[in-house]
């Protein structure tokens, strides 16, 4: 039903800032929870950030302790798209990030509790 994809991915150096975006192709999309993931070579995806739908116009976030203070996610429901804004990047943030949404309002911060994934854009922070 809802399709992703996303973009703004790049090259950057230590300490600089990047901003992903994530657009949703299906209506409702604040019904859905969205997720931000990671994943670096030879790592597993990782969580990075989640916003979801509390009822209403209420939304509630959560990050990954390694983001938190330097990364933010937020919505624009007339757009369907939800951003990561990403700054003082470090070598560690390098992976390819990915936007990913469910079915639920619930709190979920685990890769397999999403179903519907985007195609991912390449983060590269260098030293």
């Known amino acids: 039903q809802v399709q992703l994809v996303e973009s703004g991915g790049g090259l950057v150096q230590t300490g600089g800032s990047l901003r992903l975006s994530c657009t949703a192709s299906?209506?409702?999309?604040?019904?859905?929870?969205v997720g931000w993931f990671r994943q670096a070579p030879g790592k597993e995806r990782e969580f990075v950030a989640t916003?979801?739908?509390?009822?209403?116009?209420?939304?509630?976030?959560d990050y990954a302790d390694s983001v938190r203070g330097r990364f933010a996610i937020s919505r624009d429901n007339a757009k369907n798209t939800v951003w990561l804004q990403m700054n003082s990047l470090k070598p560690e943030d390098t992976g390819f990030y990915y936007c990913?949404?469910?079915?639920?309002?619930?709190?979920?911060?685990?890769?397999?509790?999403?179903?519907?994934w985007g195609q991912g854009t390449q983060v590269t922070v260098s030293s």
């Open positions: 990913a949404a469910r079915s639920s309002t619930t709190r979920a911060t685990m890769t397999n509790d999403y179903d519907i």
């Open positions: 299906g209506r409702a999309y604040s019904a859905y929870s």
């Open positions: 916003t979801r739908w509390g009822g209403g116009s209420v939304y509630y976030t």
